[in-house]
């Protein structure tokens, strides 16, 4: 038996790996434990599909302190990130939180992040661990450059936390159950997108209404130091809802299942927004924003491919990312992300194809090991949840 | 991790259970542990023939696909249906139904070259 996959190293490799301040916690509970972006990640405790459900049906905690953490602030902040991010920053009163882009010169994704407006002046960046430092290398350069222009009264800070800071995303249907054991029943969690402070347990917490799964749910930050202690209050309150610990593998299928782009395989520098279909993120009347002008050029002339959702027509293998995609008979692009979905009990994926066969309902073919199986285009998301 | 003491093991994690001329081949629990949530396995063709070492299965988990190999020379004979429609057999129950194929062996000399259930052992540590 031998992984032939590309998609996820399973081996411990020499690289000396970063471990979170809730490595034992994982190593306790018989994690596996993987590299991923430089970092020891669990990738599964029991069983990634068991995982899944338990964030579909109940509730899931995810150890999310590989992400990094960036505070800017000063008078200028709000101004000079408006030039840095793609979103329109504007909108964010305090307390409030957007997805946004960090796009290159060409329009290409750096990465995808979410701002939030933590004080007047104050904001902070949640961003993709594989990235923390290119992005933090990126925003210091332009502020050297930046800086100057924005007005010589106006002062803007950016420090990287992200050692300072832990997290956990617990998702689930029944997040304001535990939610309410853990900070009192007098407590509500913040409306969708927001983000407040909390005392927690002698301690400070920021909880923010957001999540990278489909389900409801919040994403806490608190110091290192405190990782464990509310890692595993949360475990101990969560026990009669079912709560389970959840890995990246399940962090994997629950954001594809929603069609959630992972930047890495879905975004790159050589992709722009418009491909990836994020242009509700993007604010292009914005007077003035990195990668605006190659982003209404792209979209004068029209994007060449595009990032679409498919489904697998029959029972068969998984699609997986490189796989090949046809339409009678021609290559038509390749795909990014795939996997079965333990939702649908069906192999879905996301593939980035020519603009004149992105259409939805058109039917493709996956080409797995030289042999071509049929799925269909499908509408974002792949999984809806049912009402019922 | 279940080792049983009366299999013999390859290095690539097949376990190989001898029945006349005949062996019977699945992976290990260590294997299916490493795998993860098994989702689709490509069974051999029946009457094909392999070499040792020869990759003539596919098993893929949720997050990977992953070959199988011919432990010894030989012809197979026999494929574990069961798991087109149920792979999950693989993980619940790596050494009973999830077994994969069984395998008209060439030459009964060939299993000496695999390792007993110690070897396996330690090679996984």
Redesign the interface.
Known sequence: ?????R??V?RVSEVAQRKTPLYDEHVRLGA?MVPFAGWLMP??YT???AEHQAVRNDVGMFDISHMGQFIVDGTGAREWLNKMLTNDINKLDVGMGQYTLLLNENGGIIDDLIVYRIGDQNFLLVVNAARAEEDFAWLQKHLQAVAAAVSAANTVEIDNRSTEFGGVAIQGPRLVELFHALFGTHKEPPARNHIVDLPFDGMKVSVARTGYTGEDGIEVFFRATDAVKVWNAALENGKSLGIKPCGL?AR??LRLEMCYPLNGSDLSPERNPIEAGLGFFVDLTKPNFIGRDALLKAKEIGPREKLVSFRMKEK???P?PHYAVFQNGERIGEVTSG??S?SLNWGVGMAYVSTTHAKVGAEIGIEI?GQKFPAIIEKKPLYKKSTS | MNVPDDLLYTESHEWIKREGDNVRVGITDHAQSELTDVVYVELPKMDRQANAKEAIAIVESVKAASDIYAPVKGTIVEMNKALEADPGLINREPYGQGWIFVLKIDNADDLKQLKDAAAYKQQIG
């Open positions: 038996m031998r992984d032939h996959s998609c996820l399973w596996k990738v599964q069983s990634i599909v593998g994997d299928t068969g293998p998984p997986r996997t079965l333990p090991r």
